[in-house]
């Protein structure tokens, strides 16, 4: 992954898995306005084949929960199982208590419902990483 840009929030790199191109391009633009380095992968599977196996080329890890493919659960599953030491967000729907549950158990920083102001997410970011 390239170097981030100079202005840049604290060379924090995000890679942000969601299956809704337009929804994506606005938080993508979102989050990069607000100073971030953000990758976006359009599915689990190739967010997993961006994370793997350099584990350690982000920090932070957005995913929404439903995607074709590989969910945002077996996402997590495996990056926690790889070794990724990095914060993860899941920006869902909604959620089953299993699925809570799952997430739980693979460390996740926290659940952001989707119907909440996208407007929001760079400040829940900045709580993960204060400057």
């Not at 929960?65 to 969910?71: F, H, Q, V």
């Not at 760079?122 to 400057?131: L, Y």
Request: no cysteine.
């Amino acid at each position: 992954m390239p170097a981030a840009p100079p202005n840049s929030r604290r060379g924090l790199r995000i890679l942000f898995a969601e299956d809704s191109r337009e929804f994506a391009q606005v938080l993508v633009h979102i989050l990069q306005a607000a100073g971030y380095t953000v990758r976006h992968a359009p599915d689990g599977l190739e967010a997993w084949e961006q994370l793997f196996p350099a584990v350690d080329s982000y920090d932070l890890l957005i995913t929404d929960n439903r995607m074709p493919g590989l969910g945002g659960i077996e996402l997590v599953e495996r990056a926690r199982h790889a070794g990724f030491a990095g914060r993860i967000i899941v920006y869902t729907s909604g959620l089953s208590a299993v699925e809570h549950q799952r997430y739980s158990a693979e460390r996740v920083d926290a659940i952001v419902s989707k119907a909440g102001d996208p407007f929001a997410l760079p400040t829940i970011v900045d709580a993960f990483f204060p400057e």
